[in-house]
């Protein structure tokens, strides 16, 4: 089981995920529908996904909600998933392929189950899949509740600062990944100014890269591929800069949650 420590220490690179599936059978008619939301305290980030279709039943809806749930958050993050569903089923979603794969371009996934709604954010997902679900039956337009979200979403910009507590009915379970944030360290800044305007030219130091394989483009294949994958997902990227500089690149990467300054202590000049 995780320790607070292990918590508090990477809180600004967690995200809560909260996730919830239903099924109903109504005049010989069975419509599923799924919701997940994935927050991030620290930074107010809030990303949101629904959907639903004819058939299916309500287990397929939470595995389909969780696993959209995961791919919500970018590469590097550490997740809390919070999920009502039955602690033995949650786990064995997880371990499939596919759960597999919806989690592989995470640091690392907190198993959380939990109450039946007895979080905001859980109830909110609820809602969201039921109303998914209804419209899909009715035969309402695929997006027909974009609106409705997006007024909760605006919403809980206000509330996010931190998470609700969930009642537990487990204790969490942790699954490790492999894949951390893009970490890049700035060498150099070498200002000049052309036409009137100052022009600044950063020299970045990026970590080498290794890969092995039983040939040449195995081995590259294998360098390249965590670094892509984080690059094509929107990864948490760890930029390391001198202490001297490290208020003016927080306020120059303020617009980007995902982006965390690590001022590096500089050694005095001889």
């Known amino acids: 089981m995780p320790s607070p420590s292990d918590t508090a220490a990477d809180s600004s690179e967690t995200w809560h995920v909260y996730t919830d599936g239903s099924s109903k059978h109504e005049r010989r008619q069975t419509f599923s529908g799924w919701a997940a939301r994935a927050v991030q305290p620290q930074t107010r980030q809030v990303r ?5 279709g004819p058939g299916g039943d309500s287990l397929g809806a939470e595995t389909t909600a ?3 749930g995961l791919r919500l958050v ?5 997740v809390l998933l919070h999920s009502d569903l039955d602690p033995a089923l949650l786990m064995a979603v997880l371990d499939t392929g596919p759960g597999e794969a919806a989690r592989a371009h995470l640091r690392r996934v907190d198993v959380r189950p939990i109450l039946r709604h007895t979080a905001a954010h859980h109830r909110d997902m609820h809602d969201a899949a039921r109303a998914a679900e209804g419209e899909a039956r009715a035969g309402s ?7 409705s979200n997006a007024v909760q979403d605006a919403q809980l910009q206000a509330r996010t600062g931190q998470t609700d507590a969930a009642g537990t009915r487990g204790t969490v379970r942790r699954l490790s990944g492999t894949t951390g944030p893009l970490r890049l360290r700035i060498l150099g800044l070498a200002p000049g100014r052309v036409g009137g305007r100052t022009l600044v030219t950063l020299t970045l130091g990026l970590p080498d890269l290794r890969g092995s394989g039983p040939n040449e483009v195995a081995a590259l294949q294998d360098a390249l591929e965590e670094t892509l994958a984080s690059l094509t997902r929107g990864t948490l990227v760890s930029l390391q800069v001198p202490e001297r500089w490290r208020e003016t690149v927080t306020a120059a990467t303020a617009g ?5 300054v690590v001022a590096e202590v500089e050694e005095p000049a001889p």
Do not use: D, F, M, T
């Not at 970018?74 to 550490?78: I, K």
């Not at 337009?141 to 609106?147: C, I, K, Q, R």
């Not at 980007?256 to 965390?260: E, F, Q, S, T």
């Open 66 to 68: 969780i696993l959209e």
């Open 256 to 260: 980007h949650g995902a982006v965390r």
């Open 74 to 78: 970018p590469a590097g993050a550490a």
């Open 141 to 147: 337009p695929a997006g027909a509740a974009s609106l």
């Open 48 to 52: 949101q996904a629904s959907g639903a």
